[in-house]
């Protein structure tokens, strides 16, 4: 009669978490765990059961069918990243807007969702195929929320690597992520935190690639930005190329505020911010 003691089972599963992060697999696929699951004594008919009940436990999350995260509820394994892990869900992917500006430490303010550029028309979630909509209120990884921000591929520019603890994840540069700013502020806290956030940069913004980027976007953009950065001080004769570019009509400054205040026909920009819609 044997009368060694087995691992539980659930233990075996925690055994086979721990052996995926130390071989830097934070995020893995059914597959990897099948290969390594052997030197942890878990057998392959039992595999999928132990990956639900480390999913029940909180012990890893589920990104789509087949993909999973190492959450952080086990001590002593390093889990994966919320960077990491929109890398995962959309592909191309880049952290943007409201994330993007608190990375850059343009903003003291903490995003509550992952902001995230891609070109796709869904992302890519557990069984469904969710349509990334304006009113999309984010699709939920564990206790993190991802916005989904649909950009066109011409319009995916001025991103760069950086590294996030072992993991190299692609991000919006400072300039490109002030100009997201201008036009989609609601993704970014709101107009002000925009402005705020020009402020913060002002002696390290790059002016050549910040104009190169306006331009490649679209007119509008172009005009909001040689607005700001004529409020900031920029010689105007830098700006006159800018402020050269066609557009049709005028367009309001804050694209989220009331079409009010006073028109600035340089710009072609209505100045709808608080303190001048009674001007």
Same mark, same amino acid.
């Given at each position: 009669?044997?009368?060694?003691?087995?691992?539980?089972?659930?233990?075996?599963?925690?055994?086979?978490?721990?052996?995926?992060?130390?071989?830097?697999?934070?995020?893995?696929?059914?597959?990897?765990?099948?290969?390594?699951?052997?030197?942890?004594?878990?057998?392959?008919?039992?595999?999928?059961?132990?990956?639900?009940?480390?999913?029940?436990?909180?012990?890893?999350?589920? /990104?789509?069918? !087949? $993909?999973?995260?190492?959450?952080?509820?086990?001590?002593?394994?390093?889990?994966? &990243?919320? #960077? +990491?892990?929109?890398?995962?869900?959309?592909?191309?992917?880049?952290?943007?807007?409201?994330?993007?500006?608190?990375?850059?430490?343009?903003?003291?303010?903490?995003?509550?969702?992952?902001?995230?550029?891609?070109?796709?028309?869904?992302?890519?979630?557990?069984?469904?195929?969710?349509?990334?909509?304006?009113?999309?209120?984010?699709?939920?990884?564990?206790?993190?929320?991802?916005?989904?921000?649909?950009?066109?591929?011409?319009?995916?520019?001025?991103?760069?690597?950086?590294?996030?603890?072992?993991?190299?994840?692609?991000?919006?540069?400072?300039?490109?992520? /002030?100009?997201? !700013? $201008?036009?989609?502020?609601?993704?970014?806290?709101?107009?002000?935190?925009?402005? &705020?956030? #020009? +402020?913060?940069?002002?002696?390290?913004?790059?002016?050549?690639?910040?104009?190169?980027?306006?331009?490649?976007?679209?007119?509008?953009?172009?005009?909001?930005?040689?607005?700001?950065?004529?409020?900031?001080?920029?010689?105007?004769?830098?700006?006159?190329?800018?402020?050269?570019?066609?557009?049709?009509?005028?367009?309001?400054?804050?694209?989220?505020?009331?079409?009010?205040?006073?028109?600035?026909?340089?710009?072609?920009?209505?100045?709808?911010?608080?303190?001048?819609?009674?001007?």
């Amino acid at each position: 009669m044997n009368t060694g003691h087995k691992p539980k089972k659930s233990q075996v599963g925690v055994e086979l978490v721990r052996l995926l992060a130390s071989e830097g697999n934070r995020i893995f696929s059914t597959e990897r765990a099948r290969e390594l699951s052997p030197r942890v004594g878990l057998s392959d008919s039992y595999l999928l059961e132990a990956l639900y009940h480390l999913r029940q436990n909180g012990w890893i999350v589920s /990104l789509r069918r !087949g $993909l999973y995260a190492i959450s952080s509820t086990i001590p002593g394994v390093a889990s994966a &990243h919320e #960077f +990491e892990i929109a890398m995962a869900l959309v592909d191309p992917a880049a952290i943007g807007y409201w994330s993007a500006l608190h990375y850059h430490g343009l903003t003291e303010q903490v995003p509550r969702k992952v902001f995230v550029l891609t070109t796709t028309e869904t992302c890519v979630p557990r069984v469904r195929r969710t349509k990334i909509t304006r009113a999309d209120r984010g699709y939920p990884v564990g206790e993190t929320l991802y916005q989904f921000v649909q950009i066109k591929p011409a319009c995916f520019f001025g991103t760069v690597k950086v590294w996030i603890g072992e993991a190299r994840v692609t991000i919006t540069d400072p300039e490109r992520t /002030l100009l997201d !700013g $201008l036009s989609r502020p609601e993704y970014c806290g709101d107009f002000s935190e925009v402005l &705020h956030a #020009f +402020e913060v940069r002002e002696n390290r913004l790059d002016l050549k690639r910040i104009t190169a980027y306006a331009e490649k976007l679209s007119a509008v953009t172009s005009k909001r930005l040689g607005w700001v950065l004529e409020e900031q001080g920029v010689d105007p004769t830098r700006l006159d190329h800018l402020a050269r570019l066609p557009i049709n009509g005028c367009r309001k400054l804050d694209p989220t505020g009331p079409r009010k205040g006073p028109y600035n026909r340089r710009w072609m920009i209505q100045e709808n911010l608080p303190g001048k819609v009674g001007a």
